[in-house]
């Protein structure tokens, strides 16, 4: 089944406590890509990745590392997390670049900093 | 200033009571305009994309179309399994090349 793969659902940390959010994609797509979904904002892009060893910020890359070092994976990294990255997040993987076909989500990822 | 705004922002409807959702948009240059569903609890799922104006794509109850200046997402006889919020996203051209969601319609079908 074509899927995308987010680990953990659910996490809750504390403020400073550097954190790693898995995700993976077994269609080998090459562009993937983070979101976060905040009541009232909608999706933001947080970064983007082209291809392996390739990425790019989105919309709102402070207070997050990337890196994808393999085709399937692209792990999000809170270094040293803040409350206001509370926030769902979601990762996202499609074979077109971006803008030009559809996106495919995990199932998301609900992050609670205190 | 890009921008993506969706109308209304929530909406109950009864079972085949046809209804529309808005998505309005400003951006400079649109190179597509895309609508997914997304439950409760789950990620967003892809439903249309459309790229130039007067373009219509359908699937079973839904029909999105496109104008220079918005898109509609028309619900025809929906049933309670519709129920669910539709997010409109507009990809942006030229410099920016920003993928902009708007914030949702929050569509709950009554049987």
């Known amino acids: 089944e074509a899927q995308v793969t987010q680990n953990p659902r659910y996490l809750i940390t504390v403020t400073g406590k550097k954190l790693t959010v898995t995700c993976s994609q077994n269609?080998?797509?090459?562009?993937m890509s983070w979101y976060r979904q905040d009541p009232g904002l909608g999706l933001r892009q947080i970064y983007y990745?082209?291809?392996?060893?390739?990425?790019d910020k989105g919309d709102v890359p402070e207070g997050y590392k990337v890196s994808r070092k393999e085709k399937r994976n692209f792990p999000l990294i809170l270094e040293s997390p803040s409350p206001n990255q509370t926030s769902l997040y979601f990762c996202?993987?499609?074979?077109?670049?971006?803008?030009?076909?559809?996106?495919?989500f995990g199932p998301g990822t609900r992050l609670t900093v205190t | 200033e890009d921008q993506v705004t969706q109308s209304p922002e929530a909406l109950r409807l009864q079972e085949g009571e046809s209804s529309s959702l808005n998505c309005s948009y400003t951006?400079?240059?649109?190179?597509?305009l895309f609508w997914y569903r997304q439950d409760p609890g789950k990620g967003p799922e892809f439903l249309f994309t459309?790229?130039?104006a007067g373009e219509e794509k359908e699937k079973e109850r839904l029909k999105a179309t496109l104008t220079k200046k918005e898109s509609f997402l028309h619900i025809t006889a929906p049933k309670p399994e519709d129920s669910a919020t539709y997010l409109c996203?507009?990809?942006?051209?030229?410099?920016?090349?920003?993928?902009?969601f708007g914030t949702g319609t929050l569509l709950a079908v009554q049987p």
């Open positions: 996202a993987s499609s074979l077109l670049p971006q803008g030009r076909g559809e996106q495919y």
């Open positions: 951006v400079s240059g649109l190179r597509g």
């Open positions: 459309l790229y130039s």
């Open positions: 990745s082209m291809n392996v060893e390739v990425t």
């Open positions: 269609m080998n797509h090459e562009y």
């Open positions: 996203a507009v990809q942006a051209g030229g410099a920016t090349n920003k993928l902009i």
